[in-house]
């Protein structure tokens, strides 16, 4: 009986999921859209626009964290049997909030970028770009408000095909752009900023109307919502500000060994977040199942999609797993024919394939917490995963015994390791002291 009914939570987490897992996919195809683009148009362009995303970028995903609250405390309003329409122009204006926010912040960096000691003939691309794109900010966040406002009620398949259209529309737009087509100028590196801003803008705007022609939403603001909202997501945001500031600062570093060793890095960690994009997407969708049902009492279910969604990220990590370990040199070769690469990139895949089942755990019991309605203690795991444990192992094994870019890897293997066990032990705890309803949600009623 409990087989049964965990196959039939793993099937519905699957039709949940896919469409996530399509929208994450293109997410990052739009990123690498722009990089073959500028990599075209010359090594200036590239350099530069690597340098301004690893800090817009940065920004950027704080203020993405802050609307990930947005889906789980929905779909527990759904479970609660609430309209949860009445949410929609709520969810919209809490994003444009934050859009406004973190567009006027990602503007202000480009005073710091400056003072970084970057080369100067690169300082003005940077900054033309940073300024611009950070126009874009406003879509974009529509568009993920709206997207986790319609994953509440697990209408993913609009949303996230939207976002598979956008992957070619980015790249043409990105060509006419910086090239410059029959009466379109040439924009050289601002045109892969106009492009993205038109980009992000249509998937807002399109979005947007599907929901307004299509799920019957009503006009009402409820500001309790989005206090609450913004409370909730704020570890959410910051856990993810801290995981993308320890990968960034181990690009650095590895970068101060030597080139080499940072495309080796860069291959690693393009390899390793297109396999995490599984799980990332059943985390997404475990939250929204789990915050349903926990909010309708039902605690058999909600046991049983926690173990459906351990089972398949932790299921397709351990194939991507045994992929990496018996053909690295095979994976390597894909990205490029370089010998050194290979030889020095070896080790790194085989320290990626051990780390690939526990790296799928702990992003989707991350999921599973956030479906409880539990957030901080995620948030205070990953800082100390990382930063207590992680970034001071591996730039002592990097840097102090010699070892490079491998120390740092070892060192982020042990941080993703020592984050899932911590999370497994907490959510053991919880769920033995549980009682299934979730934290009380203020109503529409009581603005």
Known sequence: MEHNRILKATKELAILASPIALGQISHMLIGVGDVFIAAIHGTVTVAAIG??????????????????????????????????????????????LIGVVFSSLTMLSTYIVPLLGFEKHLVPVINDYLF???????????????????????????????????????????????????????????????ATIITRTLMGVSVFIYALRFDKVTFSIV??????????????????????????????????????????????????????????????????????????HKKERVLDFIKASLFVSM??????????????????????????????????IFVCALFQILDGAQVTLSG????????????????????MVGIPLGYYLGIYKSMNVLGFWIGIAVALSL?????????????????????KLESNKNP
């Open 51 to 96: 340098i301004a995303n690893s800090i817009g970028h940065l920004i950027f995903l704080i203020g993405l964290g802050l609307l990930l609250g947005i889906s789980p405390t929905l779909a527990r309003k759904r479970g609660q049997a609430e309209q949860i329409k009445d949410y929609f122009y709520t969810c919209v204006v809490y994003s444009l």
């Open 132 to 194: 611009l794109v950070s126009f874009s900010y406003i879509g974009a966040y529509i568009f993920s408000a709206v997207k986790e406002y319609l994953q509440a009620s697990e209408k993913v398949i609009i949303p996230n095909t939207i976002s598979l259209i956008a992957v070619p529309l980015n790249v043409i737009l990105n060509y006419l752009f910086v090239f410059g087509v029959g009466f379109i100028p040439e924009f050289g590196a601002r045109g892969l900023a106009y």
């Open 223 to 296: 500001k309790n919502y989005a206090r609450h909202v913004f409370k909730f997501s704020i570890p959410i945001s910051m856990s993810i500000f801290i995981e993308v500031l320890a990968f960034s600062a181990v690009m650095i570093l590895i970068g101060r060994i030597g080139h080499v060793y940072a495309a080796v890095h860069s291959i690693a960690l393009t390899l390793s977040s297109t396999t995490f994009m599984i799980p990332l997407s059943v985390s997404s969708a475990v939250s929204v199942k789990i915050s349903y049902f926990n909010a309708r």
């Open 315 to 348: 299921s397709f990590m351990a194939i991507a797993g045994i992929f990496m370990y018996s053909l690295p040199k095979t994976i390597l070769s894909f990205f490029t024919p370089d010998p050194s690469i290979i030889y020095i990139g070896i080790p790194i």
């Open 368 to 387: 599973i917490l956030r479906g409880l309605g539990i957030t901080k203690p995620t948030f205070f795991i990953v800082a100390t995963g990382y930063w």
């Open 419 to 439: 984050i899932a066990l911590m999370l497994f032990i907490y959510l053991g705890r919880k769920l033995n002291n549980l009682t299934f309803a979730g934290p």
